[in-house]
Structures are given as structure tokens and as C-alpha cells.
């Protein structure tokens, strides 16, 4: 019946059985414990009892050594035997044995001590005090006497130590058996508690983690046999409910994992196709190629029957295909799909993104276009009914604008470069205006001066006068000009400070002049055309100092100060200059140089070097990054 009771909550709780089975060893052990606690608390004290006992002994043997000693040495009556006489007393008297007799007032221990106690009072004790008192002395009977009944008493109180000791080993054996008694159940309690666990905790789990490793290798068809109403049981159950929803799981995921590898593909060659078609326009924006490249790229991809891009006219002209897979304009005016792709519908009012049916065909128009401005269509020829996915309609739009950054880009490049020219022609200009048209002017001038003079024979002299000026004029024009020619042909060729090198090297080989140059721009960047000015007003302040200064030794420094602002400075110890004009005029070298610092945004100071000779100084914001160069000596030893 037990055992049934024990099994039926077993199949309904395993918790419950090892918590009842805890519970049993607990009370198991409780128990034994408690009677542990009992029989300790009634041995408690025997061997203090045990050790007075036993001094008892000791005490008698002492006092009638006592006695016989005194009254051999005649000292009768004596004090040493009323000591002893009464540490014997206060020994029988010791609390360790009174606890003793309370605790067992009726036992076998209780009746042999009132036996000791009544002999020593009634026998021992009077036979001492007789020997020991006043009266005539003892006789050698009475010692004798004393020592028989000294040896009767110690065999008494021997008795009383062996009740002792028997009483305490009976208790020590009776909580000997309580632990065995307690062990045993605890053992028994354990042993079944092991068997029921193994049989319906260890088998179910090593069970369910056979099926984890199954399923963790990947065979979702692995099941638990154990189910039931208990806590296992109900986990195999749930077990096999989850394997069987992992199993689903599991093929779905595959599905999906091959439908996200497929477009993971599509998108790996979809950006592959942008990264090439993004290189090619942003490397040639301005080649058809380029554009004919990307369209078959869409093409490829996007699965159409052809494609063309086409860019509104800038005037009133007609519309320019600038790349198609279809052939050229004429060859496409034949069908009402080609008259539908004709060059001419480029307009940016047409509408984006929409799909017009035309024939067998259908067609859809994409905007080509930047941040700034529309440049175009985009035109897309699909199958009928054929419509593009999202992954396709973004890189299609992605790659349509791409081509409008680069159309942009193009023109703006267009731009630049008509800038470019347009500036170069009014600096060249503007030198030639101040250079060559001065000179020219003034030998205009001249020549009307020399014309009176030339038919009258008596200004024959004023006439020379005025032919040496000419001659002067048309000197300071022809080298005037080559300077021209000498600037106009400068090639910007390599990096910035060889440039400065090569310039410093020039001007001190002409000049034989001891020219020291130092950099230190490594925190200010310079645009190209920065550099460009910067050099030219360089060489022109060097060649000022070559042709004027009369100079030895000469500096050319460049110096990045805090906030970005370059300082270019060329010294000499030359003659130096006089007062520098306000004005400009016939000092065309001065004024270009300072139009030249108008447009980097700086200045331009020219005046006398402290301990002579000339200082002319640039400060301007740079803008692009340069490398430093180190202190360098040209044309001598520093």
C-alpha cells in the first residue's frame, strides 16, 4: 500500500517525492538527533563524577597515612588529619556527584553512595576522631583496626566508580544505537530515494538529452519517450512539440535562407554593376561610351529590350541621344515604338516613372537629374506587361541618377574650363595693357614728336634726341615682350616646392646671388590656382631683385601662421628702393603683383629690409594642403 502511494505521486509530482523523501530524512535525523541531545544531557557530568569519585579513594588511603604517621611520631592529636578528614568530606560532598544523585535519585549509583556516605559517617569517621583525640594513645589494635576498615571503605568507594562508570558506558551504548538506528533509516530513506530518481529523473533526462544532441545535429525527427503527468514527463511532451514546431521552423528558414542568399547575390552583382557604371561616368563623364556602358549594364540586369538617354537641348535646338542600344535616330523612325522614342521627347515635363504601352511593347521614363537641375530622360523599352521589381526600380533610379551627377559634372567641368580660359586671357591681357600697350603708347607718342622733325635739317639734333628715345622704347617693349613670353609659357609641372626649387634655382644662377629658400606649410593647403599666383609673383618679385637690387644674398620664406593664413616673404641686401609710389603707374611688374594678391584675397607690402635692401611680403588664407619642405641653399654656401 505504501509502496502504491509512493509510485502514484511519483507519476504525478517528482518534486513531491524527493521533497517527501527530505522530509523523511529530516525527521530522521531530527529525531536522532533530539535522543542524542536526551542521552548527552544524562551523561553529562560522569566524568567529573567519575574523577571525585576516584579522589575519593585517594583522599582515604591519605588520611589514615595521615593518622599513622602522627602516631608513630607521637603528635596525636594532630591537625594534618582534621584537614584531611575534611577535603574528604567537602569530596563527598562534590557538587559533580550530587548532580548525579539528582539526576537519578533512585538508582543503583544513589543507594551505593548513601551506603558510602552512612559508613564514613557511622564507622570510618569516629574510629579516625578516637585515634586522633585527647584520650590515652592508640594502641597498635586500634591502628590496625583503622587500616582494615580503611581498606573495607576503599573497596566500597571502588564499587561506587565501577556503578559510575557502568551507568555512563550504558547511556554512551544506548546513543550508539540511536545514531546506528538513525543511520540505517537515513540509509534505506537515501537508497530508495535513488532508485525512484533514477528510474524517473536520471533514465527521462539522459533521454531528453539524447534528443538535444540529435536535434542539435541537425535530425529534428528525434522524439522523447518518456512522457507523462510529472514534471519530466510534461517537458518531453513539451519537447516533442517543440521539435516538431523547429522541424517547420527549420524548413522555413532554409527557405528563406536560399530566397536572402538569392537576393544577397542579386544585390552583390546589382552593386558590382553600380560601383563599374559609377567609375566609368565619374572617370569620362563627357564619352558616349561610357553611358552606352551603363545602359546594357541595366539592360543586363533589369532583363529590357533596349534602352536610350537623351538630354534636353540648351537652346531651341533639338533633343541629343547621348548613348542607345537601339540604333541611331533615323533607323528608329519606322515603327510607332521608335516614334514614341524619338529624340525629341526629352522634355523634363513628361512624366516620371510611368509605363506607357507602345505596341508589343511598354516603355518608362526616367528622369535624369541632379541636386540642381534636369538634363534628361531616361528611356526604358520592357516586354509588354513587364514591370520592374523594387531591387531593380532602385538601382535603375540609382544608376539614373548617377548619369545626371556626371551630365552635371560634364558641364560643369565645361564651365570651368571656359573660366579658366576667360581668366587667362584677361590676365594676359591685362599685362599686355599694362606692359606692352604703355610702351607702345609712348613709342606712338614719339613717333609723332620725330615726324616735324624729320624734313627740317636745323632740329636734326632734337631729331636724334627723340630717335634714342625711341630706341629706349622699343628696347624696354622687346624684353618687356619676352618676359611676357617667359611668364605666358611657365608650365605648372610637378609638385609645388620642386616649382619653387627650380625658380629659386633660376634667379640665382642669373643674378649670382646667394638665394636661401625655407617652407614650413604642412597646416596650410593650397589650391592649384593658388599656387599658381603664388609662383608668379614670386619669380616676378625675383626677377625685380635680379634686375635692380644689386643683391648678395637673398631669402625667399614661406610660413604657415596660426588660423591658416600664408606669409610669403623675399628679402635682399640690395640697394633697396626709395619711396614706393601710391600709384602704380609705369611700374606694370608692382601692379600685377598686387592684382595677383587681390584675387588670392590677401595683400601685398613692398618696402625697405631692416639693415638695407628690399622686403616684399604676401599674406593671403590658403586653401589646400601642401607638403613641408626643409631650409634649402642655392647659388653659395650659407
Known amino acids: 500500500m505504501k509502496n502504491r502511494l509512493i509510485a502514484a505521486l511519483a507519476r504525478r ?19 536522532g538527533m533530539s535522543a542524542s541531545v536526551v542521552v548527552a544531557e544524562t551523561v553529562q557530568g560522569s566524568a567529573s563524577a567519575i574523577n571525585v569519585a576516584g579522589s575519593l579513594r585517594r583522599l582515604t588511603h591519605r588520611i589514615a597515612s595521615v593518622v599513622v604517621a602522627d602516631v608513630l611520631e607521637d603528635k596525636v592529636p594532630s591537625a594534618r588529619v582534621v584537614e584531611a578528614v575534611r577535603m574528604f568530606e ?3 560532598a562534590n557538587p559533580a556527584l550530587l548532580r548525579v544523585l539528582e539526576r537519578t535519585p533512585d538508582g543503583l549509583f544513589a543507594a551505593t553512595h548513601r551506603g558510602a556516605e552512612a559508613t564514613w ?17 592508640p594502641s597498635r589494635e586500634g591502628v590496625a583496626a583503622l587500616l582494615l576498615e ?43 530515494a535513488l532508485v525512484l530518481l533514477h528510474r524517473l529523473l536520471h ?45 517547420k521552423l527549420y524548413r522555413d528558414l532554409e527557405n528563406r535562407v536560399e530566397a536572402k542568399t538569392a537576393e544577397l547575390q542579386r544585390s552583390n552583382r546589382a552593386l558590382e554593376l553600380l560601383y563599374h557604371a559609377i567609375a566609368r561616368l565619374y572617370q569620362t563623364p563627357t564619352a558616349a561610351e561610357a553611358y552606352e556602358e551603363t545602359l546594357r549594364d541595366i539592360e543586363q540586369v533589369a532583363g529590357l529590350k533596349g534602352s536610350l538617354a537623351c538630354i534636353e537641348p540648351r537652346h531651341d535646338g533639338p533633343a541629343m541621344v547621348i548613348a542607345s542600344t537601339l540604333g541611331p535616330c533615323p533607323d528608329r523612325a519606322s515603327t510607332a515604338l521608335d516614334a514614341a522614342l524619338a529624340c525629341a521627347q526629352c522634355r523634363g515635363d513628361a512624366a516620371p516613372w510611368t509605363y506607357q504601352s507602345e505596341g508589343d511593347h511598354d516603355l518608362l521614363r526616367v528622369p535624369l537629374r541632379d541636386t540642381e537641375r534636369h538634363y534628361g530622360m531616361l528611356r526604358l523599352v520592357l516586354v509588354r506587361g513587364q ?37 587667362e586671357r584677361s590676365v594676359i591681357a591685362r599685362e599686355l595693357h599694362d606692359s606692352l600697350a604703355q610702351a607702345l603708347s609712348y613709342m606712338k607718342i614719339q613717333v609723332s614728336l620725330l615726324q616735324p622733325l624729320v624734313g627740317d635739317p636745323a632740329r636734326s639734333a632734337d631729331a636724334l634726341a627723340t630717335l634714342a628715345d625711341l630706341r629706349e622704347g622699343v628696347n624696354a617693349a622687346y624684353r618687356q615682350l619676352r618676359e611676357l613670353l617667359v611668364s605666358f609659357r611657365l608650365k605648372m609641372t610637378g609638385d609645388f616646392p620642386d616649382l619653387l626649387q627650380s625658380a629659386v634655382e633660376e634667379y640665382a644662377s642669373k643674378g649670382k646671388v646667394e638665394l636661401r629658400l625655407e617652407t614650413r606649410l604642412a597646416d596650410c593647403p593650397l589650391s592649384p590656382n593658388q599656387e599658381v599666383h603664388v ?51 609705369n611700374h606694370h611688374g608692382l601692379a600685377i603683383m598686387r592684382e595677383r594678391a587681390r584675387s588670392l584675397g590677401g595683400t601685398l607690402d613692398v618696402g625697405s629690409r631692416p639693415g638695407g635692401g628690399t622686403r616684399v611680403v604676401l599674406r593671403f588664407p590658403a586653401g589646400a594642403r601642401t607638403v613641408a619642405a626643409e631650409p634649402i641653399l642655392f647659388g653659395g654656401a650659407a
Open 13 to 31: 509530482s517528482i518534486l513531491l517525492l524527493v521533497g517527501l523523501a527530505m522530509v523523511m530524512m529530516t525527521l530522521i535525523g531530527l529525531g
Open 90 to 92: 567537602e569530596q563527598l
Open 121 to 137: 559517617r557511622l564507622s570510618l569517621k569516629p574510629m579516625i576522631e578516637t585515634i586522633n583525640s585527647n584520650g590515652p594513645p
Open 150 to 192: 580503611v581498606d573495607t571503605y576503599v573497596e566500597q568507594l571502588n564499587t561506587l566508580v565501577a556503578v559510575l562508570e557502568h551507568d555512563t558506558e550504558a547511556r554512551i551504548q544506548d546513543l550508539r544505537r540511536i545514531l546506528a538506528i538513525a543511520i540505517a533509516m537515513t540509509l534505506v530513506v537515501a537508497a530508495l
Open 203 to 247: 533514465r527521462p533526462l539522459n533521454d531528453l538529452l539524447r534528443s538535444a544532441n540529435r536535434i542539435a545535429e541537425g535530425n529534428f525527427a528525434a522524439r522523447v519517450a518518456y512522457t507523462g503527468r510529472n514534471e519530466l514527463g510534461q517537458v518531453g511532451a513539451a519537447f516533442n512539440l517543440m521539435a516538431t514546431e523547429l522541424s
Open 387 to 423: 514591370r520592374l521589381e523594387g531591387w531593380q526600380r532602385q538601382l535603375v533610379e540609382a544608376l539614373s541618377r548617377h548619369i545626371g551627377m556626371a551630365l552635371g559634372a560634364a558641364r560643369r567641368s565645361e564651365q570651368e574650363r571656359l573660366l579658366g580660359l576667360q581668366e
Open 535 to 585: 609662383l608668379h609673383i614670386i619669380r616676378e618679385a625675383l626677377s625685380n631683385m635680379v634686375r635692380h637690387a644689386q643683391a648678395a644674398h637673398a631669402w625667399l620664406r614661406l610660413t604657415c601662421e596660426p588660423g591658416g593664413e600664408l606669409t610669403v616673404v623675399v628679402e635682399d641686401d640690395g640697394l633697396g628702393l626709395g619711396e614706393v609710389p601710391a600709384d602704380a603707374h
